[in-house]
């Protein structure tokens, strides 16, 4: 291990993502197998003459860059093709990070496009890396999204209460107004994150105007104020499950917070429920099943645990993958 950090090196981007510690936890786990760096111009104009097959580039979030104002960008396309051409031509392993199948606030008739200059920037790269299901990766290297903070035991903290929580970003495509809409008038609804959309935020305060149940906190909430939430509700839920969602941010905060979580189906959430049960995590076909579920407290338990939130992405797992992916296994 310290021959690799002393000769390897990792270049990650973006090297700092505020508001999400996703970034923090995986450089973190990185720095065990090379010396993380940023990819940034200077160190790319000093690098570019020297081939080092045994350096590493980490891209997360580029198909972000292919989308403005919802629609496909022909030069936030060319711009993300030709960097990445560079970068493979100039660094040892070009690893792309697939987070969406496609950006989430495509449009629908821009989603065949965006899909295909995804598949482009996969082509291009020398590896593909996953935070989805193991046994579904096909040519990806799987690496489990890692929890926001290492945990001690995997015993839920919930209440047996009436509340319900909707924690993250406040954003159109996760419809939340479709949520207030068939939530139960007898449970209590807290949906607490920052928004930048005022427009969207309007439209939900009107919403629930006729629903003083539900509570809006548009504001970003510190690790504490989330954490006594989460205490004082019976779960998180998370009710966005559209095709361009590969996995949640969401359900991995949940788990670091040790909350149960109340989802609508999507495969890795299924596979989820299957490995952890529902003790951790009930699955609904759509928002009116969810609804009446918590209308009626029928959530059925019978599906027995086989692992929990450390045993599928805690440090051990986050090491056995990672040790893999650079030993070049994808298994």
């Not at 496609?102 to 593909?128: G, L, Q, R, T």
């Not at 068939?182 to 006729?210: H, M, Q, T, W």
């Not at 590969?246 to 999507?266: D, Q």
């Amino acid at each position: 291990m310290e021959e690799k950090i002393s000769m390897r090196k990792i270049y990650y981007s973006p090297f700092e993502n505020s508001g999400n510690d996703y970034c923090n936890r995986m450089k973190s786990f990185l720095s065990s197998y090379g010396e993380v760096l940023p990819l940034n111009k200077s160190n790319f104009i000093k690098l570019f003459f020297l081939i080092r097959i045994k350096d590493y580039i980490f891209l997360n979030w580029i198909e972000n860059s292919i989308i403005k104002n919802g629609k496909f960008n022909i030069f936030g396309f060319l711009k993300v093709f030709f960097l990445m051409i560079l970068y493979r031509l100039s660094l040892g392993t070009l690893v792309f990070v697939k987070h969406n199948n496609y950006p989430h606030d495509c449009c629908e008739e821009d989603i065949k496009i965006s899909m295909w200059a995804i598949k482009i920037f996969e082509k291009i790269a020398n590896k593909v890396v996953i935070h989805s299901i193991p046994d579904l990766r096909g040519d990806y290297f799987y690496i489990p999204h890692p929890l926001y903070e290492e945990l001690e035991d995997p015993n839920l903290v919930n209440s047996d209460s009436d509340n319900y929580l909707i924690f993250g970003r406040i954003l159109p495509y996760k419809k939340i107004e479709q949520v207030i809409e068939v939530f139960p008038r007898n449970k209590n609804l807290i949906i607490a994150g920052s928004c930048d959309n005022e427009i969207y935020l309007k439209k939900i305060k009107n919403i629930c105007l006729s629903k003083p149940n539900i509570e809006i906190l548009p504001r970003f909430l510190e690790h504490n104020e989330i954490k006594s939430l989460v205490e004082k509700s019976a779960g998180i839920l998370i009710t966005h499950n559209d095709d361009d969602m590969i996995v949640s941010g969401s359900f991995f905060y949940a788990m670091t917070l040790k909350s149960k979580v109340y989802a609508l189906e999507t495969p890795f959430f299924k596979w989820a429920e299957k490995m952890m049960g529902r003790k951790y995590i009930t699955l609904f076909k759509n928002l009116n099943e969810l609804s009446t579920e918590i209308l009626s407290d029928a959530y059925s338990e019978s599906m027995k645990s086989q692992s929990n939130m450390i045993d599928l992405f805690g440090e051990k797992t986050m090491h056995k993958y990672i040790s893999n992916f650079f030993d070049g296994k994808n298994t």
